[in-house]
């Protein structure tokens, strides 16, 4: 943990900084301009070196210093280069970093509501229903209670890149049927780790960078991460062969972009708005960049190493429904969490009921245009 000398000396710099950089506007015709140091964000994220999220990341960094003109310069490190994935938190929470690229669910130990802001129940909302339920359906309200109000943490937190549903994962054979699941040893995180308890698998919560090992030592025998890239890059098809798309246990997860609020606040106001309005930013960029590398990386994993890629049965799928039903008035006994569920059912009931209504067969089109691919 940081000094409370060094932290408010640093605040006296930036505050410094900034003075300067006014005063030196002002008398920009009677003096030449001085040269001011960048402001340097330490920012850590919970992603190996190698993670395609490593390069979704880099994407908020470029658009950050340029959108800043060099007035702000971001240090990216990789998980472990400080703390390990899931203390991201803490580490930004302690002044130790001034930022973190994450997901809440990491820290879903603190409380399980953390799990809410993305791996939550499934109503029928996508990642894009509910990354618009946090800025405009009352989600970052109820986000900056559980951090400051009810945890005490000194972050502000942001939420940026909708990402596609999570396949149900990797499995050394198929499965078709909920008791095929009996037993299996498992490897998730969150409230996920809850719903899969419920349909007879036992679960490790584990960061990327562990799941391989832990799968070759036989510590699990299924696991799921995130996206073909991700699973592609850390080996995922050399200890599985059968891949299963399409799950509820996390589908609708975005990143959390996590700055030190101290640090935060004693910046200037535009470059403050810089660190916010670059999340929406990259949103875009990491959009287009995981539709493209996910889907390439998904062929390759089937043409170069005999990946059999399966869609995941209803009956699985509706039996994670059901656990969800099981799951939910037992989180509800916690007003905060039952709150916040409240808040996202009366969301996704008046949104989705527009998107679905609204939105053509997509399927019912590609199937016209490339027919026979498809396997739903």
Sequence with gaps: ??????????????????????????????APAIAQSPVVVKMQTSWPASDIWMDFARQYVERVEAMSGGRLKVDLLPSGAVVGAFQVLDAVNDGVLDAAHTVPVYWYGKHKAASLFGTGPVFGGSANTMLAWFYAGGGEALYRELTQDILGLKVYGFYGFPMPAQPFGWFKQPVTKVSDLEGFKYRTVGLAADLMQRLGMSVAQLPGGEIVPAMERGVIDAFEFNNPSSDMRFGAQDVAKNYMLSSYHQASE???????????????????????????????????????????????????????????????????????????????????????????????????????????????????????????
């Design 254 to 376: 975005s990143f959390e972009f996590l700055f030190n609020k101290d640090f935060y606040d004693d910046l200037p106001k535009d470059l403050q708005a810089i660190l916010r309005y670059g999340v929406e930013a990259v949103s875009t960029s990491n959009t287009a960049l995981a539709l493209d590398q996910y889907s390439s990386d998904l062929v390759k994993l089937q043409t170069q190493h005999g990946v059999k890629v399966h869609r995941t049965s209803k009956a699985i799928l509706d039996a994670e429904l059901k656990a969800w039903d099981e799951l939910i008035p037992e989180l509800e006994k916690d007003a905060y969490m039952k709150k916040v569920l409240d808040s996202q059912r009366a969301w996704v009931e008046r949104v989705v009921f527009y998107e679905l209504m609204n939105a053509p067969d997509y399927a019912l089109a590609y199937e016209h245009y490339f027919p026979g691919k498809l396997k739903l």
């Design 1 to 30: 943990m940081i000094t409370e000398n060094h932290s408010l000396s640093r605040r006296k710099l930036l505050k410094g900084s900034a003075l300067v950089a006014g005063a030196s506007a002002a008398g920009a015709l009677a």
